[in-house]
Protein backbone atom coordinates (compact mmCIF):
# COMPACT_ATOMS: atom_id res chain seq x y z
CA UNK A 1 0.00 0.00 0.00
CA UNK A 2 2.67 2.45 1.11
CA UNK A 3 4.21 1.61 -3.08
CA UNK A 4 0.29 2.90 -3.93
CA UNK A 5 0.99 6.04 -2.02
CA UNK A 6 4.47 6.31 -3.50
CA UNK A 7 3.33 6.13 -7.24
CA UNK A 8 0.18 8.50 -6.71
CA UNK A 9 2.70 11.22 -4.89
CA UNK A 10 4.84 11.29 -7.92
CA UNK A 11 2.17 10.87 -10.36
CA UNK A 12 0.82 14.57 -8.84
CA UNK A 13 4.29 16.02 -8.35
CA UNK A 14 4.93 15.22 -12.26
CA UNK A 15 1.42 16.77 -13.39
CA UNK A 16 2.05 19.90 -11.12
CA UNK A 17 5.17 20.45 -12.12
CA UNK A 18 4.11 20.19 -15.86
CA UNK A 19 1.37 22.48 -14.90
CA UNK A 20 3.71 24.93 -13.24
CA UNK A 21 6.51 25.18 -15.83
CA UNK A 22 4.15 25.28 -19.18
CA UNK A 23 0.93 26.46 -18.68
CA UNK A 24 0.31 27.75 -21.64
CA UNK A 25 1.81 24.50 -23.58
CA UNK A 26 -0.88 22.52 -20.92
CA UNK A 27 -3.56 25.03 -22.15
CA UNK A 28 -3.25 24.07 -25.30
CA UNK A 29 -2.35 20.54 -25.26
CA UNK A 30 -5.98 19.67 -23.26
CA UNK A 31 -7.79 22.05 -26.11
CA UNK A 32 -6.48 19.53 -28.52
CA UNK A 33 -8.01 16.37 -26.71
CA UNK A 34 -11.28 17.91 -28.25
CA UNK A 35 -9.78 17.35 -31.33
CA UNK A 36 -9.37 13.09 -31.06
CA UNK A 37 -12.16 10.68 -31.16
CA UNK A 38 -13.25 8.48 -27.90
CA UNK A 39 -11.57 5.57 -29.51
CA UNK A 40 -7.92 6.74 -29.98
CA UNK A 41 -8.18 8.18 -26.40
CA UNK A 42 -9.13 4.87 -25.55
CA UNK A 43 -6.24 3.15 -27.81
CA UNK A 44 -3.32 5.32 -25.98
CA UNK A 45 -5.24 4.96 -22.21
CA UNK A 46 -4.87 0.55 -22.72
CA UNK A 47 -1.21 1.36 -24.39
CA UNK A 48 -0.25 3.71 -21.42
CA UNK A 49 -1.35 1.33 -19.16
CA UNK A 50 0.19 -2.27 -21.26
CA UNK A 51 3.74 -0.21 -20.44
CA UNK A 52 3.20 1.29 -17.31
CA UNK A 53 2.56 -2.64 -15.87
CA UNK A 54 5.62 -4.13 -17.90
CA UNK A 55 7.86 -1.34 -16.25
CA UNK A 56 5.96 -2.33 -12.67
CA UNK A 57 6.53 -5.98 -13.48
CA UNK A 58 10.26 -5.50 -14.97
CA UNK A 59 11.78 -2.90 -11.56
CA UNK A 60 9.55 -5.40 -9.26
CA UNK A 61 11.50 -8.32 -10.63
CA UNK A 62 9.18 -10.13 -12.92
CA UNK A 63 11.16 -12.28 -15.57
Do not use: C, H, W
Not at 40 to 58: D, E, K, N, S, V
Request: glycine share 12%.
Amino acid sequence: MKELFIAFGLFLFIEGILYALFPSKMKNMLKKLDLLKDSQLRTGGFIFAILGFIIIYYVKGGI
